[in-house]
């Protein structure tokens, strides 16, 4: 049983660069979640999926972020015209069915210059 | 709106120390769930417990425990004896069932610090 796995582990990127990051879920996981870790703080919640429906979104996914979970499998967190509060730890956690521990993933580390 | 208050910071003991950890919530639901999370120097959430409202049991695991006081809206981790590898930062977190808000939400965490 593989865990969570995030792909880059690192991302350095110019201001104004757009930037996506991939997660694939624990497999016959039909939730899938991504949040947001700034230094000293704990994960903040970005948005949600069950299979392939996106059900929640935070109010700090601004215009420029978009999320995608094609088929319920992997999924895809995409950052438009990146700026420098983007950057921060995005996790991306699953878990089998509603209030059932989430497992997470090693995180994409974004850095924007 | 629920929220999830660490007051401590960080803590710093000595190894074999008991230590704990306190954390508050605040939510309008009577179903929820609250849970721990240990996040290494390496930097992944490990997940350390689960526990419903309904269930105010308190439970052992191996060093671990866990103090469940709905009266008080507290949930309290205690490491007994503790280690250098306990050093780590820890995290409280709850979801809400009757919202319908599936989401996490994570206090600020307290670090700890083991020294040998």
């Known amino acids: 049983d593989t865990g969570v796995s995030q792909d880059p582990r690192h991302k350095i990127t110019k201001r104004g660069q757009n930037v996506t990051f991939r997660c694939d879920p624990i497999?016959?996981?039909?939730?899938l979640y991504w949040y947001r870790q700034t230094l000293g703080q704990g994960p903040e919640f970005l948005t949600y999926f069950q299979n392939e429906a996106q059900l929640e979104k935070s109010r700090l996914l601004s215009d420029r972020f978009s999320a995608e979970r094609p088929k319920g499998s992997f999924s895809t967190l995409e950052i438009q015209r990146t700026e420098q509060g983007d950057s921060a730890m995005y996790l991306c956690?699953?878990?089998?069915?509603?209030?059932?521990?989430?497992?997470f993933g090693d995180g994409t580390r974004l850095s924007i210059l | 709106a629920q929220k999830v208050t660490q007051a401590q910071t960080e803590i710093s003991v000595v190894e074999k120390e008991d230590v704990t950890l306190d954390c508050v919530y605040e939510t309008r639901d009577t179903t929820y769930y609250l849970f721990w999370y240990k996040q290494p120097p390496s930097g992944e959430l490990v997940f350390l417990i689960r526990?419903?409202?309904?269930?105010?049991q308190n439970e052992i695991s191996g060093r671990y425990s866990w103090n469940f006081q709905k009266s008080t809206s507290s949930f309290n981790f205690t490491i007994t004896a503790s280690q250098v590898v306990d050093s780590a930062v820890y995290f409280c977190a709850l979801s809400e069932a009757e919202t319908g808000r599936r989401a996490l939400t994570f206090g600020s965490g307290t670090r700890l610090q083991v020294q040998p």
């Open positions: 497999s016959e996981h039909n939730r």
């Open positions: 526990r419903n409202s309904f269930d105010e």
């Open positions: 956690a699953s878990s089998l069915g509603s209030n059932r521990p989430q497992h």
